[in-house]
């Protein structure tokens, strides 16, 4: 019987070996899975020389060159903003960023191109031909409407691919940023704050000019403007359902400014008008309480006192 056992505790002692050489052996359900089967992740191998701690230098130091300051990264050209160099051990390869793009220069380790809203060129200016197609003078960007004087509308182009946009009230686009802004930061002909709203600022003293002064849109009651250092106009709206208060220097609702009280009335109704300045609570939904993991959901069965068992009770 002991012989038995030895010979059964042996075989087991065998399967088991054999199992962890084939790695098919599981310490337990905390194992981690083998991943010999996932495909390793590749990566630039400039980047990863970039990234690596420096080799130590052997006898004949590495001698720099225009187009590799570094033995590994990635490096601007001197002239050209989309274009840039991988360099590898020494050996550089030429690169191009997508039309439009421009290299970003900030970390040698990093390939990346970027806008050129976002990088400086003005000493490596030169630029690939363009590929242009149509609204997009170059296949990726942020561009102005083709037509002068439209000044709050433009295309945005992925690939070749455009979108035009609008900018909200009051803003054109700016071509240097390739954001809407303010029309007396852009300096564009045509789309100058004279230009887009015809409205001039009142003069007024110094001490007045410093507060910012606020003026009525003469044409339009949800409209005011805003002029900068007195002189800079700018244009604000109110909000849906609101005029601006010429006497107040404020936006308020509509019924209470008798100029502009019946502002809204082709466009929204008296009920409309109510619930915009008087908005209903939004319902507050209970929420139900958590279960407590394990409960049971069965009523606890009420305690039933025989009859005869009381009797026993009292007897005794």
């Not at 004279?194 to 001039?200: A, G, L, N, P, R």
């Not at 849109?217 to 900068?228: L, S």
Request: with cysteine; hydrophobic share 25%.
């Amino acid at each position: 019987m002991a012989f038995m056992k030895i010979c059964i505790f042996a075989l087991l002692v065998g399967t088991t070996l054999a199992q962890r050489e084939r790695g098919n052996f599981r310490v337990g359900p905390g194992h981690p899975p083998s991943q010999r089967h996932l495909p390793p992740r590749t990566r630039d191998p400039v980047e990863v020389a970039a990234i690596q701690p420096k080799r130590k230098q052997a006898e004949v130091e590495y001698e720099p060159t225009e187009e590799c300051p570094d033995a590994n990264g990635f490096f601007p050209d001197s002239k050209q903003c989309d274009k840039y160099y991988a360099c590898l051990d020494g050996k550089h390869t030429e690169r191009l960023c997508a039309d439009g793009m421009v290299f970003n220069d900030y970390s040698p380790i990093e390939e990346k191109c970027d806008l050129p809203y976002n990088i400086d060129c003005t000493k490596r200016s030169k630029l690939q031909t363009p590929q242009p197609s149509q609204h997009c003078p170059r296949k990726n960007g942020y561009f102005g409407h083709e037509k002068p004087g439209i000044c709050d509308k433009f295309y945005f182009c992925v690939d070749g691919q455009f979108n035009m946009i609008t900018c909200p009230a009051g803003l054109v686009f700016n071509p240097k940023t390739g954001i809407c802004t303010w029309p007396d930061e852009v300096g564009v002909t045509g789309c100058k704050s004279e230009d887009i709203f015809e409205f001039e600022c009142p003069k007024v003293n110094e001490s007045i000019a410093v507060t910012h002064p606020r003026y009525a849109d003469p044409d339009d009651c949800q409209f005011f403007y805003v002029c900068v250092n007195g002189d800079l106009p700018r244009r604000n709206g109110c909000k849906l359902g609101q005029v601006f208060d010429e006497e107040n220097k404020t936006c308020d609702w509509a019924r209470k400014v008798p100029d502009c009280a019946d502002w809204y009335k082709d466009r929204l109704t008296d009920a409309e008008l109510d619930e915009l300045e008087n908005p209903k609570p939004k319902p507050t939904t209970t929420k139900r309480p958590q279960r407590v993991r394990g409960a049971s959901r069965r009523k606890p069965k009420p305690k039933v006192v025989k009859e005869e068992e009381e009797l026993e009770e009292e007897e005794a």
